[in-house]
């Protein structure tokens, strides 16, 4: 007579080909065979994301009458584990198994997201290789649109390595750079829909199985359970050394794209809450010579440029209301699609936003400080929930008394000159300090030049 706990591990041999004791689960299998419940007992349920998907029954591949449950999901949708519910079951190693097809595989294409869309990290497939962005991509895979992969993910907590697997084999293996491969404080794991930053990043498909495992699975695991899924599916097995025919070449171009040029594409976003930045100035400098490649503005936070490959780029954001910001992009290879996200902060105003100088013992404006305070005029015009305040200093060259009198004039001459641009003097105001606050020592005349200033500060008006 056959025990009940043989039975259980003749299930597990015909689901992962391993038998594990029953007495501790340590995989949830999900085969759409009874909803988004796992085939075992217990376990919590799949919660869907975005579209409800429908359960379809599809014939198997090279069968005449053998068919099995797919689970088919529109773009920007998928499914969710909950590891609270699981009870911390992906809380330190772990691993992710998946089979799926996507209809699409054009540019990136989400496949785990482990910040609950609050982050653009995690992993994709993008242009037939495993990535994880923005910390390393593989080799090229076979993943192809409207074809089923074996997808695996593991990362090992004592280690931190992150590895992904296509058909059986390892295509990419990196050490995570902190905790980017792991679950943050909401404890879901999300599968297929893009993240809310970028968000047009996903693809509909249809997925066969989901498991995931309490533990970093090995290499001829991984191997087995590909070749025992591969032959209930009827679907040829992949070789190791056979290599993978290239895609069929994409025949829409790009409209009047160089050639030889790269594309960056990247959103400005709110950090706080997410939103796209709109209208936000984004400029980009060659990051040696510092001059100036390209400048454009935000469309619903997205911006797009084409560069020159095999060179490093500094690109910047700017907009009402955040302080700049500035990351750095590296172009390797033409063809390459480069993607580059800035998330600005709220401004603090607790620097200047710009500061004149003054010649030697006079407060007259010369053209090049005019050009700075010119620049700043749009600016308040548009801001008319900020109040300018000026800053008068001096070096410390001569007498305190008449220095602190040339520090007031001074920010009397600015303030004149921003009346006659218009703006409201109720929204000026400013004093001087002659040479009690200096920005730098006096000690040579470069350091003094620099302290014969007005510092032109921001400040929200209190409503």
């Excluded at 259980?8 to 299998?29: A, D, H, N, Y």
């Excluded at 992710?96 to 540019?107: A, P, Q, R």
């Excluded at 007031?408 to 004093?431: F, Q």
Aim: glycine fraction near 6%; charged fraction near 25%.
């Amino acid at each position: 007579m056959i025990s009940k706990k043989s039975v259980r591990c003749i299930l597990s041999i015909l689901l992962s080909g391993l038998c594990f004791p029953v007495f501790s689960q340590s995989q949830w299998t999900y085969d759409f065979n009874n909803g988004l419940n796992p085939i075992e007992t217990g376990g919590p349920a799949l919660k869907v994301l975005g579209e409800p998907g429908k359960y379809i029954k599809e014939k198997i591949p090279g069968s005449d009458d053998l068919s099995r449950t797919i689970y088919q999901f529109e773009k920007n949708s998928g499914l969710q584990f909950n590891n609270a519910e699981a009870k911390g079951f992906l809380s330190k190693s772990f691993t992710v198994e998946v089979y799926f097809k996507m209809e699409e595989l054009d540019s990136w294409k989400r496949v785990l997201d482990f910040k609950n869309r609050k982050s653009d990290y995690g992993s994709y497939i993008y242009d037939g290789k495993l990535n994880f962005y923005d910390f390393a991509i593989g080799e090229k895979a076979p993943v192809r649109a409207n074809q089923y992969v074996h997808y695996v993910y593991s990362r090992d907590f004592e280690t931190k390595v992150i590895k992904m697997y296509i058909n059986g084999q390892s295509k990419l293996e990196f050490k995570d750079p902190g905790t980017e491969g792991m679950l943050d404080n909401d404890q879901v794991l999300n599968l297929f829909q893009d993240d809310l930053i970028a968000n047009h990043e996903s693809s509909a498909g249809s997925i066969v199985l989901i498991r995931v495992y309490d533990r970093v699975m090995t290499p001829v695991f991984i191997r087995r359970s590909y070749q025992t899924i591969s032959k209930a599916a009827k679907e040829p097995i992949a070789k190791k050394e056979e290599k993978e025919p290239e895609p069929a070449p994409v025949t829409k171009e790009p409209a009047k794209r160089r050639s030889d040029l790269a594309v960056v594409t990247g959103r400005v976003y709110d950090g706080r809450n997410l939103k796209p930045v709109n209208d936000a100035d984004v400029m980009v400098r060659n990051s040696q010579g510092d001059s100036l490649v390209a400048q454009t503005k935000t469309v619903d936070g997205v911006y797009n440029f084409e560069l020159r490959p095999h060179e490093t780029y500094r690109i910047s954001a700017q907009a009402d209301g955040f302080q700049s910001k500035s990351v750095s992009v590296k172009v390797s290879n033409r063809f390459e699609e480069v993607k580059s996200l800035i998330s600005l902060s709220a401004a603090t105003y607790d620097t200047p936003l710009t500061t004149l100088y003054f010649t030697q013992s006079t407060d007259v404006l010369e053209d090049n400080a005019l050009a700075g305070i010119d620049s700043l005029v749009s600016y308040f015009e548009k801001r008319d929930d900020l109040k300018i305040i000026l800053k008068g200093h001096t070096d410390n060259t001569g007498d305190f008394a008449k220095n602190l009198e040339l520090s007031n004039k001074r920010v009397e001459t600015v303030k004149s000159y921003l009346l006659g641009k218009g703006i409201p003097e109720n929204r000026i105001s400013g004093s001087g300090y002659g040479s009690a606050q200096p920005s730098r020592a006096n000690q040579t005349e470069a350091l003094k030049r620099s302290n014969r200033r007005v510092e032109i500060w921001a400040e929200p008006i209190k409503r």
